[in-house]
């Protein structure tokens, strides 16, 4: 017997970034699972340098509800610090102080139906616990970046009749096609296929590699490790919108 946790990741604003570097900072398509698992630990109350291997193990997979459109934010940090008679902040690579500017590309108006599948009991207990975190986090939640809060609660409600209960028995991909369709916001209602990326085996033939599987949040170590998905597309439900 499996479960899955539904999770709903919606908002103004996501960031899913897997490559970000200094001042260019990138966005996914969908949630990243170093994401998404950071996100959980938040709402455990784990810190960074907490096991992350428990939530790691937990199969995840993602339906794209709305895609979301790909935006840039340009922003400044250090123009408003006084150092030694000038603005600015320090950077390892200068020993002098300057403004650093970065660009961050963001996800905007995206809606995700996220789903962790557990494969024993363990990891069922894993799942009960998570969705009672959910209830009351204990630190804030955000959408991949700091500061991108959702838009809608991240725990599924309860009732059936508002897509409840985001615990559910069922395999991942019965779960996520268990639950209503996101309405579109757009005039073109969303279009006719919704995007499904499910982890799978490195042996599937049809998988491709992320490099989003956490091993370390720790502040000197940050380590991530590949993970294999399956992307397909299948019919938007009349129900979508």
Known sequence: MTATLLLRLEGP????GTQSRFRVR????????????????????RPRGAPLADLAALRMGVRVDREGVVREDYQTAGGGAWLNGR???TRAENPGVEVAISRRAYLSDASFLVGLEAATADQEALLARLDTALRAPVWPLYLGRKGYVPGAPVRLPDAPEHGGPGLVGGALLDALRGVPVAPSRSREGGGNMLRLVIETDFDNEAAEVRQDQPVSFASDR?????????VSLEPRPARGG
């Open 87 to 89: 603005y600015g902040v």
């Open 13 to 16: 604003m996501q960031s899913w």
């Open 222 to 230: 940050r380590v991530f490790a590949s993970r294999a998905v399956t």
């Open 26 to 45: 990138d966005t996914g398509r969908e949630p990243s699972k170093s994401g998404v698992v950071g996100l959980l630990c938040a709402a455990l109350g």
